[in-house]
């Protein structure tokens, strides 16, 4: 009697874990009988038929697929390599293990033509300074093309952008001379603007006779201030006209 009670005890320890499974929150199991789909369950603790029932499992989490740098000729003929990353989840358990037969490889394979065709259709100058414009139109046509697989695509973006070193000397000496333009303007707009001071100062001298000597006397003691020798200067005649006009009134 102790035999058959052994084999019962294992045949039912056997049965409960092949038919018992726990998924975890994140996880959900198309059921497939006799080659059929039956539908997702999960998460938590679900029952299947021994060697009837067939599982898959899948991952609801964010996937983060890194995309290889793609060699890439843009619409201005310019050769650079591109890489992207592209953030993705699995919304169809269903849609995701019976319309294709591997939805991780198949986005990723989908990612990186896209990532070349939409770069191809750019200028260079709108692939380095437009990044978010590309970056949102690729993440649409990708979304639009996964959405039969059950895929979500939530998020791309471009990571770098290589240019050819002959590119990169060339973009150098542009930035340099632009630099150098913006310098000289700054430079000429000050001295436009001192300029423009001084014919004020001289105007304002014109009319008003007086502030000239005062500014000969404020001259005279920044020039005494800064030496310690004796200065010998003369004094104009105009200097004292005023003077002499109140003690002849």
């Known amino acids: 009697?102790?035999?058959?009670?052994?084999?019962?005890?294992?045949?039912?320890?056997?049965?409960?874990?092949?038919a018992v499974k726990i998924l975890k929150e994140y996880e959900r199991a198309v059921v497939f009988r006799l080659g059929r789909l039956i539908g997702v369950k999960g998460p938590g603790i679900i029952i299947l038929i021994p060697f009837i029932d067939k599982m898959v499992k899948v991952d609801l989490r964010t996937i983060t697929l890194d995309v290889?740098?793609?060699?890439?000729?843009?619409?201005?003929?310019?050769?650079v390599s591109v890489?992207?990353?592209?953030?993705?989840?699995?919304?169809?358990?269903?849609?995701?293990?019976?319309?294709?037969?591997?939805?991780?490889?198949?986005?990723?394979?989908?990612?990186?033509?896209?990532?070349?065709?939409?770069?191809?259709?750019?200028?260079?100058?709108?692939?380095?300074?437009?990044?978010?414009?590309?970056?949102?139109?690729?993440?649409?046509?990708?979304?639009?093309?996964?959405?039969?697989?059950?895929?979500?695509?939530?998020?791309?973006?471009?990571?770098?952008?290589?240019?050819?070193?002959?590119?990169?000397?060339a973009m150098a000496k542009q930035a340099e001379a632009e630099r150098e333009r913006?310098?000289?303007?700054?430079?000429?707009e000050g001295e436009l603007q001192a300029a423009e001071k001084l014919l004020q100062a001289a105007k304002m001298m014109e009319e008003s006779p007086i502030?000239?000597?005062?500014?000969?006397?404020?001259?005279?003691?920044?020039?005494a201030a800064e030496n310690n020798?004796?200065?010998l200067f003369p004094i104009p005649i105009d200097f004292f006209k005023a003077f002499l006009k109140k003690h002849s009134d």
């Open 1 to 18: 009697m102790n035999i058959p009670i052994t084999f019962v005890v294992i045949f039912a320890i056997l049965f409960l874990a092949s």
């Open 68 to 79: 290889p740098p793609q060699e890439v000729i843009t619409r201005d003929n310019v050769s």
């Open 83 to 169: 890489s992207a990353v592209v953030y993705f989840r699995v919304v169809d358990a269903a849609k995701a293990v019976v319309q294709v037969e591997n939805y991780y490889f198949a986005t990723s394979q989908l990612a990186q033509t896209t990532l070349r065709s939409i770069c191809g259709q750019a200028e260079l100058d709108e692939l380095l300074a437009e990044r978010e414009k590309l970056n949102m139109k690729i993440q649409e046509i990708l979304d639009a093309d996964t959405e039969p697989w059950g895929v979500k695509v939530s998020k791309v973006e471009i990571k770098e952008i290589d240019l050819p070193d002959e590119m990169k000397r």
């Open 182 to 188: 913006r310098s000289k303007i700054i430079n000429a």
């Open 211 to 223: 502030t000239i000597q005062l500014r000969y006397l404020q001259t005279l003691r920044e020039v």
């Open 229 to 231: 020798s004796v200065t």
